[in-house]
C-alpha cells in the first residue's frame, strides 16, 4: 500500500499550499508521489456536497446534519478513488498526499453535535468510511492549527480580492469557532501531528517555517 498523508485545518490554514509543498519536497528526493483535494467540485461525486456547501439544502451548516453531510463528502472520496487513484493506492511506492480527507468531517461536522456525542461520532465515522464502505485509512494526519478569528480574517480577504464567494462553513463564524474546538478535540482523540501556523503573539509564521514542523513531524 501507498503511503497515505492527509493535510488538513480550518480554511485559510494554508492545507492547499503546504501539500504542494510537501508534492515537490517528496518529487525532488526521487519519491513516487501523488496529489488529490477534496472536495472534487468538478467531479460527479461531488454533486451533494457541491449543493450542501452552496446553501441549496439550507443556509447555515447545521441545517443537514452531521452524519447526513458526512456521507455526501464520503461518496465524493469514494468515487474519486475507484475512478482515479485506487491504482497509485495499490502501488506500496508511492506517497499520496490528500489535501482534506476524512478529517474534515471529524472537524466540520462533528462541531454540529454536543460534546457528549463527539465520541460516538468519530467512532461511527471511523468505521462507516474505512471498515463499510471500504476507503483506505490515512497513515498520518497533519493538522494546521490556526485561530478562528485568523482563520475568518483570511477567508474575508480572500473573498475580497478574488471575488470568491463564500461557501456556508465560510460564512458562519460560529461554525468555525465550533470546529476549531471539534479539531482540538479530534487531534488528541485520533493522534494527528498538530502544526500550528501562528507564533504565540499571534502572528502568522512564514510557509518554510510551517513546512520544517511538517516534514519533521513526518520524519521525512
Known amino acids: 500500500m501507498a503511503m497515505l498523508i492527509a493535510i488538513d485545518g480550518l480554511d485559510g490554514s494554508g492545507k492547499e499550499t503546504q501539500s504542494k509543498q510537501l508534492l515537490k519536497y517528496l518529487e525532488a528526493k526521487g519519491k513516487k508521489v501523488r496529489m488529490i483535494s477534496f472536495p472534487t467540485y468538478d467531479g460527479k461525486g461531488s454533486a451533494f456536497v457541491d449543493?450542501?456547501?452552496k446553501g441549496e439544502l439550507?443556509?447555515?451548516?447545521?441545517?443537514?446534519?452531521?452524519?447526513a453531510a458526512s456521507v455526501f463528502f464520503t461518496m465524493d472520496r469514494y468515487y474519486s478513488f475507484r475512478t482515479d487513484w485506487s491504482k497509485d493506492y495499490y502501488d506500496e511506492?508511492?506517497?499520496?498526499?490528500?489535501?482534506?480527507y476524512t478529517s474534515a468531517n471529524a472537524v466540520h461536522q462533528l462541531s454540529k453535535l454536543p460534546k457528549d456525542k463527539w465520541n460516538d461520532f468519530l467512532e461511527w465515522l471511523w468505521d462507516f468510511e474505512f471498515k463499510k464502505v471500504g476507503l483506505p485509512a490515512p497513515d498520518r494526519v497533519i493538522y494546521l492549527e490556526m485561530k478562528p478569528h485568523v482563520s475568518m480574517s483570511l477567508i474575508n480577504s480572500r473573498s475580497e480580492q478574488t471575488g470568491r464567494v463564500k461557501d456556508i462553513h465560510e460564512s458562519d463564524n460560529n461554525h468555525l469557532i465550533n470546529s476549531y474546538e471539534a479539531a482540538l478535540y479530534s487531534s488528541e482523540k485520533l493522534g494527528w501531528d498538530m502544526v500550528h501556523c501562528c507564533d504565540d503573539d499571534g502572528n502568522l509564521r512564514t510557509i518554510p517555517e510551517i513546512f520544517d514542523d511538517i516534514i519533521n513531524a513526518l520524519n521525512l
Not at 511506492?93 to 482534506?100: D, G, M, Q, S, V
Open 51 to 53: 449543493m450542501y456547501l
Open 58 to 67: 439550507g443556509k447555515n451548516p447545521e441545517d443537514t446534519n452531521a452524519y
Open 93 to 100: 511506492e508511492t506517497y499520496i498526499i490528500a489535501n482534506r
